[in-house]
């Protein structure tokens, strides 16, 4: 059941606009320009977005072999995930519904309208024509 960092990729990566830079020094899972989730070295473990530290904390009484935060995570509705607690199926269930809070409203739609199995493309930003000052001949 343990999800390898190579399996915890393939699937962050697998989300439409999802790529990878750093934050805070550590290379992390984006979509679009939004933090999606980041694989932890120290203790391999997966931070999760969760919807309010409520959610948390009931993660937290009701698996704490899976579940866990640390000091920094504690003002955060943020939990760690242990990796050799879970499997790239439950990864992909748990990032499914972070991927629809932080994805471009437009990606969402395009996604949901899309026939099953089709893929979807980036969503094509807007980007300013550059107009240089005309010369005269």
């Known amino acids: 059941m343990a999800l390898t ?11 439409p606009e999802a790529h990878e830079k750093s934050s805070y020094g550590n290379p992390s899972i984006f979509i ?3 933090f999606f989730t980041r ?5 391999g473990s997966i931070v999760w977005i969760v919807d ?22 504690r003002d955060y ?6 990796a050799e607690r879970i499997d790239a199926a439950m990864l992909k269930k748990m990032l499914e519904r972070r991927w629809r809070k932080v994805a471009p409203k437009k990606l969402i739609k395009a996604v949901d309208e899309a ?5 979807v493309k ?6 300013a024509a550059k107009t240089s000052p005309k010369k005269n001949p």
Do not use: C, M, N
């Open 32 to 34: 679009a320009k939004k």
């Open 115 to 119: 026939p099953a199995g089709t893929a």
């Open 122 to 127: 980036p969503v094509a930003k807007k980007v």
């Open 77 to 82: 509705p943020s939990v760690l995930v242990r």
């Open 5 to 15: 960092h190579a399996q915890f990729k393939k699937v962050a990566l697998s989300f």
């Open 52 to 73: 309010s530290i409520d959610e948390r904390d009931h993660l937290l009484e009701i698996d704490p072999k899976t579940y866990f935060i640390t000091d920094h995570y």
């Open 39 to 43: 694989w932890r070295r120290e203790e």
